[in-house]
């Protein structure tokens, strides 16, 4: 298909479906086209008609494409049971699009990103472009006063409305949750300053929280760069007004999600990552502080020794233990023979400051600060107010240099202004409320509460149901899917919830029946599965591996397995697929039948 389009009609594709889009605006259409015929290609996709081809592509011709490309397509299509005879046939629209900006399509989109992406793709390109050394020093000492700050390279300082001046800034803001969700301080710097905010609140000058942070006159082109920089814009007072600010503001975390970021599915081995590497640098530390013990041992060995023979012996010794201090400090664990030899965990991160600058810039920031803003007091916080001013300014000082690595980065995958435009739109925007939108949040919340409790209870049911087959191993050890589950005997306490708080009458019944009950008797038992089931039934646990189960879940109808290796695999004829098979798998062999074999539903990462 890609080939066979790459000739004929690639945008065109994309047109049509704008044409459907259009054809919805549009009553005009010809009727003396023919769809069946002229507005076909060589595999069955409609066209765009003759009086849009001829606009969209300006004194274009495309040559019949080579015949094997269209048999590549057509058996493309066949293998994804892909029928273009039964697709629908959209009637020819025929209207005046607006003018090209350029000579073709590719020049259109340019145009209209670049227009869009200035100035701020100028400002961002010029702020990125500096480094540490070009920006302001971080201030020795900070002034406790409420509102902003501003600090001139030369010491100076004085109060000021805003950085509003500013074009291109650097910007943190530190919050007490405990609290409430206003900001308590804020850093900023740009190519002129350093900025400090300080909330009245934090300072005890005012017993409102609701304080927010002024940035700066909103008609003013200004770009600001943070680390999921929505939190930072959510305390700006400026971001609140229905008329849109000229404030276009650049995430790092985003700019980092798009060049090395990963998934979800990703974290877990990351962090296994991550840990094996912290043990080794531990294992490195150990080891040279060892070393260095036995230098202090031979230094001491060495000044107490009379016989000269010895004492050479003692400062070779000496001499090649801190030989090898110096090469244990300076080895890296991190290099490898080349970069293609890099395993995935190490060339990426999660989205924290932390690790971004670890991975981007070799920045070890500690943020051991941070946990004392979920919960200090104000009047912890004031104590020692200018350590947290400079844990923030730290903050945007790295931030700022995350930035200058990422942007280029981020230019050089994403080179299209339509992109960047694109990225820097997605954090303007915002979203208009009323005096009903906190009821439509408690609306919201009682719908999902009601409907989570819905499905707990007849997931439950589904549950209690299976148990029902405890005494009865013939027919579960039969089953597909409840033979998987974990049927030991488990005697429910009373604080597990499995069953509602018996009476007293039931309670004397009980024990009057378990006194003449045998040694080993299981009647007054219930499975392991249904007791940890049973305690929260949409645990995440629970929903990977037992509610498939107890729902009786299939892939093509056939029953489900699950691989402590291969993760959900399926049971299915050999004849009935290509999929590689499972190989021998003890956890699985039990369930195997003649002429069977298991294939993984998903590959695992």
């Not at 004397?508 to 940890?532: E, F, I």
Request: proline share 7%; hydrophobic share 35%.
């Amino acid at each position: 298909m890609h080939r066979l389009y790459s000739k004929t009609a690639p945008s065109t594709a994309i047109y049509r479906h704008a044409g459907l889009y259009l054809r919805l605006k549009s009553t005009k259409a010809s009727k003396n086209l023919k769809p069946q015929q002229d507005l076909k290609n060589q595999v069955g996709v409609q066209l765009l008609s003759p009086t849009l081809h001829s606009q969209v592509f300006k004194n274009t011709s495309f040559p019949p494409p080579d015949t094997s490309f269209i048999q590549i397509s057509r058996d493309h299509l066949n293998q994804h049971g892909l029928d273009t005879s039964q697709a629908s046939e959209l009637t020819p629209i025929v209207f005046n699009v607006p003018p090209l900006h350029g000579n073709n399509l590719d020049h259109h989109f340019h145009r209209i990103g670049a227009a869009t992406a200035e100035p701020y793709l100028s400002l961002a390109k010029a702020f990125g472009a500096l480094s540490l050394d070009n920006l302001p020093s971080v201030p020795d000492s900070w002034v406790h006063q409420s509102g902003w700050t501003k600090y001139y390279p030369d010491g100076s300082f004085e109060a000021v409305e805003s950085p509003g001046e500013e074009s291109m800034i650097c910007f943190d803001v530190e919050t007490l949750p405990n609290y409430h969700n206003y900001a308590i301080m804020a850093c900023a710097v740009s190519p002129n300053a350093w900025y400090t905010w300080l909330s009245p609140w934090l300072l005890g000058e005012t017993e409102d929280p609701a304080q927010l942070i002024p940035i700066g006159d909103p008609s003013q082109p200004r770009i600001v760069v943070g680390h999921n920089v929505a939190y930072d814009r959510a305390r700006v007072r400026e971001e609140y007004s229905l008329e849109r600010t000229a404030n276009r503001w650049l995430d790092t975390m985003a700019l980092h999600v798009a060049t090395k970021g990963i998934s979800s599915h990703q974290r877990p081995s990351w962090m296994s990552r991550r840990k094996e590497k912290s043990r080794a640098q531990e294992q490195k530390e150990e080891c040279i502080d060892t070393v260095k013990e036995l230098v202090e041992q031979a230094e001491a060995e060495e000044a107490e020794e009379a016989d000269d023979n010895r004492r050479a012996d003692l400062q070779k010794t000496r001499k090649e233990l801190e030989d090898g201090i110096g090469e244990l400090s300076s080895a890296n664990l991190e290099d490898e023979a080349d970069m293609a030899n890099k395993r995935w965990e190490d060339i990426t991160a999660v989205n924290s400051l932390a690790e971004v600058a670890r991975l981007h810039c070799g920045i070890q920031i500690d943020k051991t600060i941070r946990g004392d803003f979920m919960t200090a007091t104000p009047e912890s916080i004031r104590e020692k107010l200018d350590e947290y001013i400079t844990y923030c300014a730290t903050d945007v000082a790295t931030t700022h240099a995350v930035f200058s690595k990422l942007h280029p980065a981020f230019l050089e995958a994403c080179p299209s202004p339509v992109s960047w435009a694109g990225f820097v739109s997605m954090g303007n925007g915002f979203l208009p409320v009323n005096e009903t939108w906190e009821k439509y949040i408690q609306s919201a919340e009682r719908t999902y509460r009601e409907l989570e409790e819905g499905i707990s209870s007849k997931l439950e049911i589904l549950a209690k149901q299976a148990k029902e087959l405890f005494d009865e191993p013939n027919k579960w050890e039969k089953d597909e899917w409840l033979s998987q589950l974990d049927w030991s005997p488990k005697n429910p306490g009373r604080s597990r919830g499995v069953e509602p708080p018996p009476s007293k009458a039931k309670m004397k019944k009980a024990a009057k029946n378990s006194a003449v009950l045998p040694p080993g008797d299981t009647r007054q038992s219930v499975p392991q599965w249904y007791v940890d089931l049973i305690k929260n039934p949409i645990a995440p646990k629970n929903l990977e591996r037992m509610l498939p189960l107890v729902l009786r879940m299939q892939w093509k109808a056939h029953p489900l397995f699950w691989s402590p290796t291969h993760g959900w695999v399926y049971r299915a004829p050999r004849s009935d697929t290509e999929a590689a098979a499972i190989q021998d798998e003890d956890d699985l062999m039990k369930h195997s039948i003649e002429g069977h074999a298991f294939y993984p539903l998903l590959k695992r990462k």
